[in-house]
């Protein structure tokens, strides 16, 4: 198989400035299952275009309802979910939404490459337009040497890369990720989220970003979003007193422990509501 | 080879030899009469005389088992992903695919020969019957198989209902769609082989069937005996071309590709 080339960074860059973030209002969110669990009442939340938010909140407080919601993969029996600028969800069109899962979830039967293609493949992009992209971003998370192997191939952390490479290849204006960084060891996972920072701040999507771990929220967020036990309520809203330059040493530091603390005590509060 | 795997290889040959010795020697000393039991070397003789004919046999039932399996494949493929595309379809139409695994061949097969005529025709149908229930079965199975995170990224993405079929739904279902075919290739060549007991007199030449009753109606037991073997000869030959075809398709991604996936 011939493959194209890409030029070193190419397809990633954003190619005007309106198409960074997308901004999201949440109002008045409602969502209740069959059978009756209202998981969501009353939500109110606006995430402003291109910053990077983590969510943080007990176990089955609705956190993965919330992104689902947020992706159109669910829909709201209540309340308002808009963006601005809109995104159209018409098909055949580059996907403005990506979501990365706690798993990889690739498809085995595909090579790394053809696997970070695969949403340019759904919305019709030619073959080596699409590979010439997928590339790009392979690079960009450190597996430009790995594209043709397959996934049982590869180390956990390998495979949440591709994912994560899948999810940007679109150059998404919103990206959601659900845990996506929770099943790896200590050191893979902060390498992860050192390069999600890079990626974010050098595309400039708006993030959203569901964690358990409140040190991976500090380190890697702008700002912080605490929410109750079920039906999930806003207990903390924080915007993190941190340098916008974060280095790995930053985990260390007074300034660090100050705001973990209070996100710690604001989870504890949620618990008990 | 390594010493393991030959030695591996050499255990089961080893029984075998066995096995032919004891049975060869406890004929021959009961005088047991060859047309109730041949002793192995009667069968090897009856064999190497008539290899001619059960060649010749072995290829009509074959030809026949092949196009069966072929039918059940694309058939049995089809079927389920019509049946996968609606949970209504499904609901209403999988019990009666169940008939097609308790239906009575041998029952039906004079009305295969009213529908086909007697001949290869009706034979391969017969075949086809047999083995079809598993290829729908468990095709159906593996395209239920697919996780519900890739759906929803299919679904992300805008992926189309073709689109879906094609580059997650199929792929996917392939373990469970080559277990289904490894089934059916055995399947295949007993549904030929009863076909043949009631359909398989026609003007051209006899298969394996047709060998083990004319055996049988003269007593020629080893001949019978060797007609058996080379019917489940044939079974193996398929079968193993299947597993192989599997094997080769599944290598890169499939953690059970090399163990040969577990039957359901
Ligand atoms: N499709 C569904 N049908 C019915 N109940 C559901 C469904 N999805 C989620 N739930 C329930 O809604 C609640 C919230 O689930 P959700 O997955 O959003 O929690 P979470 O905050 O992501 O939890 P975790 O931190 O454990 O991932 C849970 O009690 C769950 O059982
Ligand atoms: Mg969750």
Same mark, same amino acid.
């Given at each position: 198989?011939?493959?194209?080339?890409?030029?070193?960074?190419?397809?990633?860059?954003?190619?005007?400035?309106? $198409?960074?973030?997308?901004?999201?209002?949440?109002?008045?969110?409602?969502?209740?299952?069959?059978?009756?669990?209202?998981?969501? %009442?009353?939500?109110?939340? $606006?995430?402003?275009?291109?910053? &990077?938010?983590?969510?943080?909140?007990?176990?089955?407080?609705?956190?993965?309802?919330?992104?689902?919601?947020?992706?159109?993969?669910?829909?709201?029996?209540?309340?308002?979910?808009?963006?601005?600028?809109?995104?159209?969800?018409?098909?055949?069109?580059?996907?403005?939404?990506?979501?990365? &899962?706690?798993?990889?979830?690739?498809?085995?039967?595909?090579?790394?490459?053809?696997?970070?293609?695969?949403?340019?493949?759904?919305?019709?992009?030619?073959?080596?337009?699409?590979?010439?992209?997928?590339?790009?971003?392979?690079?960009?998370?450190?597996?430009?040497?790995?594209?043709?192997?397959?996934?049982?191939?590869?180390?956990?952390?390998?495979?949440?890369?591709?994912?994560?490479?899948?999810?940007?290849?679109?150059?998404?204006?919103?990206?959601?990720?659900?845990?996506?960084?929770?099943?790896?060891? %200590?050191?893979?996972?902060?390498?992860?989220?050192?390069?999600?920072?890079?990626?974010?701040?050098?595309?400039?999507?708006?993030?959203? &970003?569901?964690?358990?771990?409140?040190? $991976?929220?500090?380190?890697?967020? %702008?700002?912080?979003?605490?929410?109750?036990?079920?039906?999930?309520?806003?207990?903390?809203?924080?915007?993190?007193?941190?340098?916008?330059?974060?280095?790995?040493?930053?985990?260390?530091?007074?300034?660090?422990?100050?705001?973990?603390?209070?996100?710690?005590?604001?989870?504890?509060?949620?618990?008990?509501? | 080879?390594?010493?393991?795997?030959?030695?591996?290889?050499?255990? =089961?040959?080893?029984?075998?030899?066995?096995?032919?010795?004891?049975?060869?020697?406890?004929?021959?000393?009961?005088?047991?009469?060859?047309?109730?039991?041949?002793? =192995?070397?009667?069968?090897?003789?009856?064999?190497? @005389?008539?290899?001619? =004919?059960?060649?010749?046999?072995?290829?009509?039932?074959?030809?026949?088992?092949?196009?069966?399996?072929?039918?059940?494949?694309?058939?049995?493929?089809?079927?389920?992903?019509?049946?996968?595309?609606?949970?209504?379809?499904?609901?209403?139409?999988? =019990?009666?695919?169940?008939?097609?695994?308790?239906?009575?061949?041998?029952?039906?097969?004079?009305?295969?020969?009213?529908?086909?005529?007697?001949?290869?025709?009706?034979?391969?149908?017969?075949?086809?019957?047999?083995?079809?229930?598993?290829?729908?079965?468990?095709?159906?199975?593996?395209?239920?198989?697919?996780?519900?995170?890739?759906?929803?990224?299919? @679904?992300?993405?805008?992926?189309?209902?073709?689109?879906?079929?094609?580059?997650?739904?199929?792929?996917?279902?392939?373990? #469970?769609?080559?277990?289904?075919?490894?089934?059916?290739?055995?399947?295949?060549?007993?549904?030929?082989?009863?076909?043949?007991?009631?359909?398989?007199?026609?003007?051209?030449?006899?298969?394996?069937?047709?060998?083990?009753?004319?055996?049988?109606?003269?007593?020629?037991?080893?001949?019978?005996?060797?007609?058996?073997?080379?019917?489940?000869?044939?079974?193996?030959?398929?079968?193993?071309?299947?597993?192989?075809?599997?094997? @080769?398709?599944?290598?890169?991604? #499939?953690?059970?590709?090399?163990?040969?996936?577990?039957?359901?």
């Amino acid at each position: 198989m011939a493959l194209p080339h890409a030029p070193a960074s190419a397809p990633l860059a954003p190619t005007d400035e309106g $198409e960074g973030g997308v901004r999201i209002q949440l109002s008045d969110l409602r969502r209740t299952f069959p059978g009756g669990l209202t998981v969501l %009442e009353g939500l109110e939340l $606006e995430v402003a275009a291109g910053s &990077f938010v983590a969510l943080l909140g007990p176990s089955g407080c609705g956190k993965s309802t919330l992104l689902r919601l947020v992706a159109g993969l669910d829909r709201p029996d209540g309340g308002t979910l808009t963006f601005s600028p809109p995104l159209e969800r018409t098909r055949g069109e580059r996907a403005p939404i990506a979501y990365v &899962f706690q798993d990889a979830h690739l498809l085995p039967w595909r090579s790394v490459l053809d696997n970070a293609a695969l949403p340019l493949e759904l919305a019709g992009v030619p073959g080596p337009e699409r590979r010439a992209a997928a590339r790009a971003v392979l690079e960009q998370v450190g597996l430009g040497d790995a594209t043709a192997r397959y996934p049982a191939e590869l180390s956990g952390g390998m495979r949440m890369r591709v994912s994560l490479a899948r999810a940007l290849v679109t150059r998404p204006r919103l990206l959601l990720l659900d845990e996506p960084f929770a099943a790896l060891d %200590e050191l893979s996972r902060s390498r992860l989220d050192e390069q999600l920072r890079a990626l974010w701040r050098e595309l400039g999507m708006t993030v959203l &970003f569901v964690t358990h771990s409140i040190a $991976e929220a500090t380190w890697l967020a %702008e700002r912080v979003v605490v929410l109750s036990r079920r039906p999930a309520r806003v207990v903390l809203d924080r915007t993190l007193e941190l340098p916008r330059e974060r280095v790995a040493t930053l985990r260390t530091e007074a300034a660090f422990a100050r705001e973990s603390r209070l996100l710690h005590e604001a989870l504890e509060r949620g618990e008990a509501l | 080879m390594s010493t393991a795997s030959a030695r591996q290889a050499l255990a =089961p040959l080893a029984a075998l030899v066995i096995l032919l010795s004891l049975w060869e020697g406890i004929v021959r000393a009961l005088a047991i009469p060859t047309w109730l039991l041949p002793t =192995p070397s009667a069968i090897a003789t009856a064999a190497a @005389r008539e290899a001619r =004919p059960l060649l010749d046999a072995a290829l009509t039932t074959g030809r026949s088992a092949l196009v069966g399996f072929a039918l059940s494949a694309g058939v049995g493929v089809f079927a389920a992903v019509v049946l996968s595309s609606s949970r209504l379809l499904e609901r209403a139409l999988y =019990p009666y695919t169940l008939f097609l695994q308790t239906v009575p061949i041998v029952a039906i097969a004079p009305l295969l020969v009213l529908w086909f005529g007697p001949g290869a025709r009706a034979v391969a149908v017969s075949s086809f019957i047999v083995s079809l229930f598993p290829v729908i079965a468990n095709t159906l199975t593996g395209l239920r198989s697919v996780e519900p995170a890739l759906r929803d990224l299919f @679904r992300l993405y805008g992926a189309r209902r073709l689109a879906t079929l094609w580059k997650l739904e199929l792929p996917a279902a392939l373990p #469970h769609l080559f277990t289904g075919l490894r089934i059916a290739s055995g399947l295949a060549v007993i549904g030929a082989i009863v076909g043949e007991f009631v359909a398989g007199f026609s003007e051209g030449s006899a298969g394996l069937g047709i060998l083990v009753l004319s055996a049988y109606r003269q007593l020629r037991t080893d001949l019978l005996f060797a007609a058996v073997l080379a019917a489940s000869g044939l079974g193996l030959l398929l079968f193993g071309a299947v597993s192989l075809a599997g094997a @080769r398709t599944l290598r890169r991604w #499939h953690p059970s590709a090399s163990s040969g996936g577990n039957p359901t």
